[in-house]
């Protein structure tokens, strides 16, 4: 099994949808981690938690919510899907020093 | 704050022929610097990083990366380049200026040709 789990590792969904995108990890790290990638853009951060009670927006936060469910889960939400969120979303996941990432393989989110 | 520049979106060498893939960061702290490699519709492997050990750090599959704080600079290289190592790299620095968190160049996409 992959240390770092996403589901789906893809999904189309329609304008205005909800839609939850589920990250599971086995690495017992603290931090996780959720970014999009987009072409010519390198992936940005989105949110990231330090541990269960700890959530922190990042630098594109609008338009998504998230939530750490245990040490091991961080799911990211679209309330309400638009056409730009389509992308490539990572999640990653870190030691307490952030030297050590491990990063999932990614979901490719297409909004339509 | 901390950011990171990488001065080329796209490369092209011929196989055989050296790599030079350009970075250059900006931290207020002593940083992390790392490389991450992308092949088509693939995740992200980390080709190597630097955590203030040694300034020359070598990777995986032949790549290796130098730390100049002078130049603020950690340029990837490999002497001989590979048709196997067409892919996008990203530069990536962390620090305590960025909460540890990483900051993601915006990609260098490396063609090889035959």
């Known amino acids: 099994d992959a240390d770092v789990t996403q589901t789906p590792r893809n999904r189309i969904t329609k304008t205005g949808k909800r839609i939850m995108l589920e990250c599971s990890q086995t690495?017992?790290?603290?931090?996780m981690y959720w970014y999009r990638q987009d072409p010519g853009l390198g992936l940005r951060l989105i949110y990231y938690?330090?541990?269960?009670?700890?959530?922190n927006k990042g630098e594109i936060s609008d338009g998504y919510s998230v939530s750490r469910q245990a040490q091991a889960k961080f799911s990211l939400s679209l309330e309400s899907a638009i056409p730009n969120q389509t992308a490539l979303y990572f999640c990653?996941?870190?030691?307490?020093?952030?030297?050590?990432?491990?990063f999932g393989s990614g979901t490719r989110l297409t909004v339509v | 704050a901390q950011s990171v520049t990488q001065l080329d979106s796209h490369v092209s060498v011929s196989e055989g022929t050296p790599v030079l893939l350009r970075c250059n960061y900006s931290?207020?702290?002593?940083?992390?610097l790392f490389w991450y490699v992308q092949h088509p519709n693939k995740g992200l492997q980390l080709l190597l990083k630097?955590?203030?050990?040694?300034?020359l750090v070598k990777g995986i599959n032949g790549f290796e990366a130098e730390f100049k704080k002078s130049e603020t600079s950690f340029h990837l290289t490999k002497p001989s380049a590979h048709m196997s190592d067409a892919a996008e790299y990203f530069c990536?620095?962390?620090?305590?200026?960025?909460?540890?968190?990483?900051?993601f160049g915006t990609g260098t996409q490396l063609k090889v040709e035959l």
């Open positions: 990653a996941t870190s030691d307490f020093d952030a030297r050590g990432y491990t």
């Open positions: 690495k017992g790290h603290d931090r």
């Open positions: 938690s330090f541990d269960v009670k700890d959530i």
């Open positions: 931290s207020s702290y002593s940083p992390s």
């Open positions: 630097y955590t203030s050990a040694a300034t």
């Open positions: 990536v620095v962390s620090g305590k200026g960025g909460g540890n968190k990483l900051t």
